[in-house]
């Protein structure tokens, strides 16, 4: 043995002196590279946009914090965080929230990122280099990237205001970022919106393997939420008319899919898997972010969305229930619907509130001998427990996956544009301009579908409009930036969500102020951008 290792420690000896002899020993040799120059032909563009999806794919599934979901859902009007992970704390508890925090430089990273990687692909399809690709091609590659990029300014804009306009691909470090003004954010925004619904296709067009993909009506309807929050509400409503009028989409007013013949509703049935896509019936679908389980399709899932976790009450926790497919599988409660959504907001017979849509009632479904006297009894809702553990819930992010009952991962489509929401897009738009009676109608095309008491002139303000989508959109929007962008946080937060009874002290809303209308930029962005001043915003320190 000794022997062995004589020979093998000469050898190294030997290698090593040969190779330091020669300098050409110490040059990089890159065998492969990611750099604009590498995007030459179709193949190439098309991967990338893929790219896109897999990085938009990202703001939904953060399996290491469980409270990215609830950071853009608490400290608004709709719900309480009665478990929190702790990502989510500086989002209720207001008077800790500081340039140093996680969510908000996440949110900054994640829009850079993206930003970035479309640049890369703008530039590139403009390239009179690449070759055997039509104008059209070309204008559609770069529409598609364009979308991205205006979501994730339109995002940047309405959580910080102006922000640095990077509108090339960065291909070594820059330390010289300075804030643009929000003025001249809005104008890229637009005008990539602009153009991606000039070139994107119509959803028609695409085939049902594709239809997750960008369509022009995904254009508009962003288009139309950037043009409210920039008041100019004519241009808002010209793109809502233009989605709605199209004939390509209609309200679901009809039972539908995999379990039609089940008990249930027809707004209940757009939110059962099987069910979401544009191709399974959803005639309402404008985007839906497909997920595949990863164990049957590789690459089906970007990490592991935590929705259902974040809104789902934890029931397994009381004696005698385990996790279900009927009551949407494993949750952990988050966060909880606070009592203005469970018992103040929906007129009685209302479709959005029904326990198909709600759940609110539990019966012990757990048939051990040990409960064997409770077993299909109704859970009392009474105590504690209704906080977290049998409090009532949306039924939007049930899930279940029978090889995975402990419920890590969620393989459950996102509804993220429907015509559901162009409805209310466009009664905003109306509302600003003073149009009372076609924003009522325009609500009252969601209230006959949900069975709801229909609505007039008289009705109309930016708080009913608000009311209204909690009422349709509870668990699908991103509350937080929907006040933020209309400027209402500070009064419905603390009106509708100030002094919650029966909800612990350190769970309220405190420190809650104008300036939390924007985040504060992350420090250490400013901190290494060392050439330059990236100034702050106002109030944080």
Same mark, same amino acid.
């Given at each position: 043995m000794k022997k062995y290792i004589k020979i093998l420690v000469g050898a190294c000896i030997g290698l090593q002196a040969l190779t330091a002899c020669k300098e050409s020993f110490l040059d990089e040799e890159v065998l492969s590279s990611y750099s604009?120059? =590498?995007?030459?032909?179709?193949? &190439?563009?098309e991967a990338s946009l893929v790219g896109l999806y897999n990085h938009n794919s990202t703001f939904y599934s953060v399996s290491w914090a469980q409270g990215w979901p609830a950071v853009w859902q608490v400290g608004t009007d709709i719900v309480w965080p009665v478990q929190p992970q702790g990502m989510e704390n500086p989002y209720y508890? *207001?008077?800790?929230?500081?340039?140093?925090? &996680? #969510?908000?430089?996440?949110?900054?990273?994640?829009? *850079?990122?993206?930003?970035?990687?479309?640049? @890369?692909?703008?530039?590139?399809?403009?390239?009179?280099?690449?070759? &055997?690709? =039509? /104008? $059209?091609?070309?204008?559609?590659?770069? !529409?598609?990237?364009? *979308?991205?990029?205006?979501? $994730?300014?339109?995002?940047? #804009?309405?959580?910080?205001?102006? %922000?640095?306009? %990077?509108? /090339?691909?960065?291909? +070594?470090?820059?330390?010289?970022?300075?804030?643009?003004?929000?003025?001249?954010?809005?104008?890229? %925004?637009?005008?990539?919106?602009?153009? #991606?619904a000039e070139h994107l296709p119509d959803i028609t067009a695409l085939p049902a393997a594709k239809q997750a993909r960008a369509n022009k009506y995904m254009a508009q309807q962003l288009l139309a939420e950037v043009y409210?929050? @920039?008041?100019?509400?004519?241009?808002?409503?010209a793109q809502t008319n233009s989605i709605i009028s199209s004939g390509k989409f209609s309200l679901i007013k009809n039972r539908y899919g995999v379990k039609s013949n089940q008990p249930g509703d027809p707004f209940s049935d757009m939110f059962i898997y099987g069910n979401q896509r544009r191709s399974q019936g959803n005639t309402e679908a404008i985007w839906v972010m497909e997920a595949e389980n990863p164990r049957n399709v590789p690459g089906g899932m970007?990490?592991?969305?935590?929705?259902?976790?974040?809104? %789902? !009450?934890? *029931?397994h926790n009381r004696a005698g229930m385990l996790p279900a497919d009927s009551l949407g599988g494993r949750g952990v409660a988050r966060i909880r619907l606070n009592d203005w959504v469970l018992y103040g907001l929906y007129d009685e017979g209302?479709?959005?509130n029904s326990k198909y849509n709600i759940r609110r009632e539990f019966w012990y479904n757990d048939p051990g001998s040990k409960y064997s006297s409770i077993y299909k009894t109704k859970v009392p809702y009474q105590g504690p427990d209704t906080l977290f553990i049998i409090n009532p819930y949306t039924t939007k992010w049930g899930h279940f996956d029978p090889q995975d009952v402990f419920g890590y991962g969620m393989w459950k489509d996102f509804?993220?544009?429907?015509?559901?929401?162009?409805?209310?897009?466009?009664?905003? +738009?109306?509302?600003?301009?003073?149009?009372? !009676?076609? !924003? $009522?109608?325009s609500i009252n095309a969601l209230r006959r579908r949900a069975n709801a008491p229909l609505v007039t002139a008289g009705d109309m303000s930016l708080n009913f409009i608000l009311d209204e989508r909690a009422r349709e959109l509870i668990g699908e929007e991103n509350r937080r930036l929907t006040l933020m962008r209309t400027g209402t946080l500070v009064d419905r937060a603390t009106r509708l969500n100030g002094k919650p009874a029966g909800l612990p002290a350190n769970r309220r809303i405190t420190g809650l102020a104008e300036k939390h209308l924007l985040l504060p930029i992350p420090q250490n962005e400013i901190d290494l951008n060392k050439d330059a001043v990236l100034e702050q915003n106002p109030g944080y320190k």
């Open positions: 604009p120059a =590498t995007l030459q032909d179709l193949p &190439g563009l508890d *207001y008077n800790t929230l500081t340039p140093l925090d &996680g #969510a908000a430089d996440h949110t900054w990273n994640w829009s *850079y990122t993206m930003i970035n990687n479309a640049n @890369v692909i703008i530039k590139n399809v403009e390239s009179p280099e690449i070759t &055997g690709i =039509t /104008e $059209a091609q070309r204008n559609q590659i770069s !529409a598609e990237a364009r *979308y991205f990029r205006g979501l $994730a300014y339109n995002l940047l #804009a309405t959580a910080f205001g102006g %922000v640095p306009l %990077v509108t /090339e691909p960065l291909t +070594a470090p820059k330390t010289d970022f300075v804030r643009a003004p929000l003025a001249d954010v809005n104008t890229l %925004v637009i005008d990539d919106l602009k153009f #991606a409210l929050r @920039v008041n100019q509400p004519a241009l808002a409503e970007t990490d592991n969305p935590q929705q259902r976790r974040v809104w %789902v !009450a934890s *029931y209302d479709m959005r509804i993220l544009m429907r015509l559901g929401e162009t409805y209310l897009l466009q009664a905003e +738009a109306q509302f600003k301009q003073g149009k009372l !009676a076609e !924003a $009522a109608e």
